[in-house]
C-alpha cells in the first residue's frame, strides 16, 4: 500500500487508539493546502470527548510514529494536524509502485459480489446517446470493480419482451427471416421497427395478427418462440457491432433480458399479494410504499399486475433483485440506467424491501446517468428531429478525428492503415471519455469540437500524453521497461508528480466506492498535468547527470504506465505512437 492518505490513516489510528482508546475513529486525512496531508480528527473527536480540540491535536502528534515517513508534523488552527511527507520516503514508494505489477493496489480484502447492469437497451430498436453513455460509464464501473478483485457479474437487462414483439413478429414473417428487410435489424433496426408500426398502425388485419401474436408469446408457443429468438438473434448482430467498436466488454452471455424473468413473474406477484405488501386497487395489484405520494398527496401505486392480468417493468424488475439475491447472492447492484427512471428504481427498492427481498446487507444502487443534449439544450437528435444514429454517429467522431489528428504534430510520418487505426482510437476514444469525465448523473452537451479537443480534461489530450512518454523513450533508446530507476525526487515538479503517482489506488477505490469514473478521469488528467510542469521543468534525456537521468527517465516510465493502465480501466485505448 503505497497511497499516502491510507498510509497516514493506518498510523493516525494507531495514536488514537493509544491515546484515547479510540483506533477506528477516522482520522479524516486531506490533502492541505499549507502541508502535504492534514488531519482533522482532533475536531469531531474534541466534541465526542467533551475536550478541547488543540489538546487533542497535541496528544495525538505525542503517540504518532510516522518518523520515516514525515519530515513535519504540526498542529495549525484550532486544531488541525499537518503533515509533510519526506522525499526519500515519497521517491521509496513511488520505486515500490514501480516495481509493483498491479501499481501498489492491492486487491480488495473483503471481495463483493457485484452486478453491474448497463447498456440494456431494447431489441429492434436503435440504441440512443442515453443507452450509449449508460454502457460507456457501466462498462468503466465494472472493469474497475473487477481490477480491485470484486467478482462483478455484467449484466444486459435487454429490453426484449412485452407487446410489441407480437407486431414485430408477424413483420418479420412478412417480410421473411432472411429477406433483405430482416436484416435491418442487423444494422438499422429503427427501419425494421417503423415499417411494423406502420403496417401495425395502418393495417387492421396486420395488427388483429399482432394482437394474436402477442398471445402466443405469451403462451410460449414452441413455433412463436423460434421466430421470436430469430429476432432476439438479428438484434443481437446489432448490438454486438456497436460494442466491439466501442471496445466494450459485454458479450451474448451477459445478456438477461426482461425474458428471462418472464415465468418468475406470477410467483413474484402471487407472494406480494399473499404477504400483503400488494393490494388490488381498480383491479390491479399494486403496492404502496411508504413514502411515495402523487402530486395530489394521494399514495404512489407501484403497478406489480395489471387488470387485464398482464405484467410490466416494474414486475420484471422485482424478479429480478429476487433473482440476483437468491440465485446469485449478490452483495451489491449498481443499476447504471438514467435518471428519469429515478423515481422507478426508488419505488422499486422501497417495495423489494417490504417484500424481505432485499436484505440489509446488500446495497441496492441506481448510478443514475443524466441526459446527453443537443446544442439547443434539448435531448439530443438529429436535425431532422430523428433519434440519432449511432453507428453515423461514431463515424463522424472518427472522421474528425482526423481531422484533428492532422493538426497536431508528430514525430514521425503514418502511413495509411496505422493513421487509420489510431484515428478510430482517438475519435472512439474521444466520445467515451467525454460520457465519462462528467459527473455521470449530470446532463451535457454532446460537442463534437470540445470533445476532439487535444486540449484540456479530454479522451485525446490523455492519449496523446501517454503517446508523447513514449516517443521520449523513442528519442532516448531507452525502453519504458528498463526504466526501472532508482527514482529520487529533488525538484519540486519530480516531487509533486511523484506524490500524485502514490494516489492512484486511492482514486480507483473511490471511483468504486461511488460508482463513478469521471473521478478516475480527474486523477488522470491532473496527473496529465502534473507531469506537463514535471517535464517543462525538468530535462529528462539532457538531464544534468546520469543519476538524475535513470531517476527522471523511471518517472516518466511509471507515469506512463499509470496512465494506461487508469485509460484501460476506462476503456479508452492508448495509441504507441501519435
Ligand atoms: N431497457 C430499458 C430502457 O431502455 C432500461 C432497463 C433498465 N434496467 C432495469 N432493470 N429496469 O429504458
Known sequence: MSDPQHVLSARFQAALGAAFGEPDADPVIRPSQFADFQANVALPLA?????????????????????????????????????????????????IMHGDERLSVEPT????????????????KEMHVGHLRTTIVGD????????LGHNV????????????????????????EDSPEALLLETDPNAFYQAARAKFDGDETFAERARRRVVSLQAGD???????????????????????????????????????????????????????VATISDGALCAFPPGFTGRDGDPLPMIIRKSDGGYNYSSSDLATIRYRV???????MIYVVGSQQALHFQMLFAVARMAGWLPDGVRA??????????????????????????????????????AAFDDVPHDEPFDEVARREVVEAVGIGAVKYADLSVARDSEYVFDFDRMISFRGNTGPYLQYATARIRSIFRKGGVAPEDAIGPISVEHTAERALALHLLGFGAALATAAEAAEPHRLCAYLFDLASAYTTFYENCPV????????????????????????KGLDLLGVITPERM
Open 153 to 176: 457479474v455484467r449484466d444486459n437487462h435487454l429490453g426484449d419482451w412485452g407487446t410489441p414483439y407480437g407486431m414485430l413478429i408477424e413483420h418479420l414473417l412478412d417480410v421473411g
Open 365 to 402: 444502487e441506481h448510478a443514475q446517468i443524466g441526459n446527453v443534449l443537443g446544442s439547443d439544450g434539448k435531448i439530443f437528435r438529429t436535425r431532422s428531429g430523428k433519434s440519432i444514429k449511432l453507428t453515423e454517429l461514431l463515424d463522424e467522431a472518427v472522421e474528425r478525428a482526423g
Open 47 to 95: 466534541k465526542k470527548l467533551g475536550r478541547k480540540p488543540r489538546d487533542l491535536a497535541a496528544e495525538i502528534v505525542e503517540r504518532l510514529d510516522v518518523a520515516d515517513m514525515c519530515e513535519k508534523v504540526e498542529i495549525s488552527g484550532p486544531g488541525f494536524i499537518n503533515v509533510t511527507l519526506r522525499d526519500e520516503w515519497i521517491a521509496g514508494q513511488a520505486q
Open 326 to 332: 437468491d440465485k446469485l447472492t449478490v452483495d451489491r
Open 222 to 276: 414452441p413455433e412463436t418462440m423460434r421466430h421470436w429468438e430469430r429476432l432476439v438473434d438479428l438484434s443481437k448482430v446489432y448490438l454486438n457491432t456497436i460494442y466491439r467498436r466501442l471496445g466494450v466488454t459485454l458479450t451474448d452471455d451477459d445478456i438477461r433480458g426482461e425474458s428471462f424473468y418472464n415465468d418468475m413473474l406470477a410467483e413474484t406477484a402471487d407472494e406480494l399479494a399473499a404477504s400483503g
Open 140 to 147: 468503466a464501473v465494472a472493469r474497475v470493480l473487477e481490477f
Open 109 to 124: 480484502a473483503a471481495p463483493q459480489t457485484t452486478v453491474v447492469e448497463y447498456s440494456s437497451p431494447n431489441v429492434a
Open 541 to 564: 534525456l539532457k538531464a544534468p547527470d546520469e543519476d538524475t537521468r535513470t531517476s527522471r527517465l523511471a518517472l516518466c516510465a511509471l507515469t506512463l504506465r499509470t496512465l494506461s
